[in-house]
C-alpha cells in the first residue's frame, strides 16, 4: 500500500505524515518500522521491504521522507511505484515541491494522495524569516522564545534539518569562543565570536559539550528510525 503526502507548507505536510504512522501503527502495533531519507536511502533494502513480512503476518511500515531530493533515490522509487501500491507493506512517501508529472504519476497508484499548500493571506506580507533568531534564542538560553520561533519556521516551511543545523552551528561556536581568548584563535569572524562569547556565560562548559552531544544523537535517531527530528528537536528546547 502507498501513500503520497507532499506539498510548500511542509510543516502540515509533516504534521500529516506523523499523524498516518502514528495511526498505522496503533492499528498494527507489531508493525515494523523503518525511515529512509534522501541521505540513508538503499535500493536494495527498499526491494527487501516491498517483498518483505516477518513471522505470524507482521507488516512492515516504511517512511520514506524527501527522498527525491536524491536523484537517484527518486528514480529507484519511480521504477517501483506499481510495486510499492501492491506490497502487503504501507510505504508513506512525504515530500516538499513535487513537479506535477511526478505527482501525477503517483497519484495514479497511490491508495490516498494528499497535498498541503501554503495559503496565500490578503494581509500584509510578513518579513522574510531569520532562521538565526533561533541561535540567538539558544545561546539566551530563552526556551518559550526558542520554541515560538521554532513553531514559526515550520509554518514558513523551513524543514527541521535546516533549523537543527543552525542549532548545531550555535553550539559548535560558542564552545569554540568559551576556550579562546579572541575571533583569531577560536577561528570565527568577530561579530560571530562576540555573541558566542558571551551567550556561553549562559551555560557551563559541561552544559554545551552535553548540549552538542544531544543535538548529534537526536539528529542520528532520526535517520535510524528513533523519533521524528521535529519532534526530537521540540522536546530539546523544551529542556535547555
Not at 505524515?17 to 527498499?46: N, Q, T, Y
Not at 496565500?120 to 520561533?149: C, H, M, Q, Y
Not at 537526536?218 to 528510525?225: E, L, W
Request: hydrophobic residues 45%; aromatic residues 10%.
Amino acid at each position: 500500500m502507498l501513500y503520497f503526502i507532499y506539498g510548500s507548507d511542509s510543516a502540515r505536510a509533516i504534521a500529516k505524515a506523523r499523524e498516518v504512522v502514528e495511526s498505522l501503527r496503533k492499528k498494527k502495533p507489531d508493525a515494523a518500522f523503518f525511515k529512509m531519507d534522501d541521505e540513508s536511502f538503499d535500493a536494495g533494502r527498499l526491494t527487501e521491504l516491498i517483498g518483505g513480512q516477518g513471522l505470524f503476518e507482521r507488516h512492515s511500515i516504511i517512511l520514506m521522507s524527501r527522498v527525491f531530493e536524491n536523484r537517484e533515490a527518486k528514480g529507484a522509487v519511480l521504477g517501483k511505484l506499481n510495486e510499492l501500491a501492491m506490497s502487503r507493506n504501507v510505504f508513506i512517501i512525504r515530500e516538499a515541491v513535487c513537479d506535477k508529472a511526478t505527482a501525477e504519476e503517483i497519484r495514479k497508484v497511490a491508495a490516498k494522495t494528499q497535498e498541503f499548500v501554503k495559503e496565500e493571506t490578503d494581509g500584509p506580507v510578513e518579513e522574510n524569516f531569520n532562521i538565526f533568531s533561533l541561535a540567538d534564542a539558544l545561546g539566551r538560553r530563552d526556551k518559550r522564545t526558542l520554541w515560538v520561533l521554532y513553531e514559526k519556521a515550520l509554518r514558513r516551511g523551513v524543514s527541521p534539518e535546516e533549523i537543527h543545523g543552525v542549532l548545531f552551528w550555535q553550539i559548535k561556536c560558542m564552545i569554540m569562543a568559551a576556550a579562546a581568548r579572541n575571533a583569531a584563535t577560536a577561528g570565527l569572524k568577530p561579530f560571530v565570536f562576540a555573541k558566542a562569547k558571551r551567550y556561553a556565560g549562559n551555560f557551563s562548559e559541561a552544559e554545551l559539550q552535553k548540549i552538542s552531544s544531544r543535538l548529534v544523537a537526536v539528529y542520528h535517531d532520526a535517520r535510524a528510525g528513533g523519533p521524528e527530528l521535529d519532534i526530537a528537536l521540540e522536546r530539546f528546547m523544551l529542556t535547555i
